[in-house]
């Protein structure tokens, strides 16, 4: 596991979906204890290649567009911290990905590192591997602790609003609904007895207490959006001039 981020440990951290470097190199620069990176809903391969082509004391998740072990393997020879998986549904997708991630003779990734800053000792790049498989469809919460006890994959990562239109309740879920609360529960409760970590799309930090008593325990309480939206709202109205920034209502 590459974090060093123990399955119990309460943390925090912030999500960049579009191409705007200054903004991730900003929340490196912070106190965060990770930042998601999505090429499934925005970022594109070669600015990917740019922004992890420095290291970061941050450690970087990289949502890959699917669970091809090209995609997998690409975002781990750039650097990627973590990986994480859109849409798990099965035990034996789960044993792919976890192959994908991990080189001979746990799995049958190819070596090829490319950022210059990476070591190039397999064992060293083997052990810092992180794989979180998102747990967002009917199917993948009936095998949710069947997924987390896969070895290789180190947790789950939820998105409540995927999760919840597919169970039919719709997407807004920022708070979770009753029916979804017990979802979540469902899950975080087998990350918990598998000894997994419990990570979850919380898209605000007012819903981190929320999500917390659920069971989660990494939490990405806000996109770069958001982030730079409050920052503009709070020096406005620091220096006495009228915020007039539209509210970000998306937590993606």
Not at 157 to 176: K, R
Request: glycine share 10%; hydrophobic share 40%.
């Amino acid at each position: 596991m590459s974090t060093d981020i123990p399955p119990g440990k309460t943390t925090d951290g912030f999500w960049v979906a579009n191409d705007d470097i200054g903004v991730l190199r900003a929340i490196e620069g912070s106190t965060a204890d990770f930042v998601g990176i999505d090429c499934q809903h925005g970022i594109e391969d070669h600015t990917l290649r740019r922004m992890l082509e420095v290291p970061s004391s941050v450690p970087r998740y990289v949502r890959v567009a699917d669970s091809s072990p090209q995609k997998i393997g690409y975002a781990l020879d750039l650097g990627a911290d973590g990986i994480i998986v859109p849409m798990v549904n099965s035990v034996e997708q789960a044993q792919m990905i976890a192959r994908a991630a991990h080189y001979p003779p746990r799995g049958e990734r190819s070596y090829g590192p490319v950022s210059t800053w990476l070591s190039r000792d397999v064992s060293e790049l083997d052990a810092r591997v992180t794989i979180l498989a998102m747990i967002e469809t009917e199917r993948g919460l009936h095998n949710a602790e069947a997924i987390l006890d896969v070895d290789g994959i180190d947790g789950c990562y939820v998105g409540p609003a995927d999760l919840g239109i597919a169970l039919g309740h719709g997407a807004n879920q920022f708070p979770p609904s009753e029916p979804m609360r017990a979802a979540l529960s469902l899950i975080a409760g087998a990350a918990q007895r598998t000894r997994k970590i419990a990570a979850l799309h919380a898209g605000d930090a007012t819903l981190a207490h929320t999500f917390r008593e659920l069971g989660f325990t990494m939490l990405t309480l806000a996109n770069g959006d958001r982030l730079v939206a409050a920052g503009i709202d709070q020096q406005l109205k620091a220096s006495g001039a009228e915020a007039r920034f539209a509210t970000m209502n998306s937590p993606y």
